[in-house]
């Protein structure tokens, strides 16, 4: 039976911030698995770290949400030294090229978990201790019979409120609009949220542009910012 009917019996569909795709990866991601993981990343644990111990100091701290082949996560990263960033990543090759790039750029202030960051929300991270989720450009799940595998949904984002500190933001990006615009309904919606712009926001100085993004606005596609922060 495809997965895309309903069976009654079965139990509801678990959240999950990804889909798993297979990759190559190249020979210095591969030596940065091996060399740099045990420096820069941290294994999945159903229990929470000290996170102050991880970074050596106490601050503000932002959960990435796919962060891809790390290149913008990096930049932001570089730019943002006062806050510590944790980057989730399933996927080996982007997780190799992020530990590269942390190695070459010298960051004290970003981890790799290579794990779903649903998880890691739920295990790892105490309750209202983020001050901000980047979600940048995930998969839009194009067809409509695929729309409920989209991450942001409203029980996703109920959820997510549990680990935002007061104050704290959600910042997504988009380049799919129809998912932009569900976005934006989902987190309109959501009663612990305030939206920072009168419908999408300006693309914060701190997000650099991805090759990604590049290409996409050369073809003509569009490019939605959403910042949405939580009620105190």
Known sequence: MSDDVPNQASPPRRIKSFV??????????????QELAPKYALPFQPSRPDWDAVFGRSAPRVLEIGSGMGDATAKIAAALPHIDFIACEVHEAGVGALLQRIEEAGLRNLRVIQHDAVEVLEQMVA?????????????????????????????????????????????????????????????????????????????????????????????GHGVWDLVFRRRS
């Open 20 to 33: 798993k795709r297979a990759g190559r990866m190249g020979s210095g991601q591969i030596r940065a698995l």
């Open 127 to 219: 309750p209202q201790s983020l001050h901000g989720v980047h979600l940048f450009f995930p998969d839009p799940w194009h067809k409509k019979r695929h729309h409920k595998r989209r991450l942001v949904q409203g029980p996703f984002i109920a959820q997510l409120m549990q680990f935002i500190a007061p104050g704290g933001y959600f910042h997504a990006a988009t380049d799919w609009q129809p998912y932009a615009e569900q976005m934006l309904e989902v987190l309109s919606a959501e009663p612990l949220l305030e939206n920072t712009a009168a419908g999408y926001a300006e693309t914060p100085a701190y997000r650099p542009q991805t090759k990604f993004e590049a290409r996409g606005l050369r073809l």
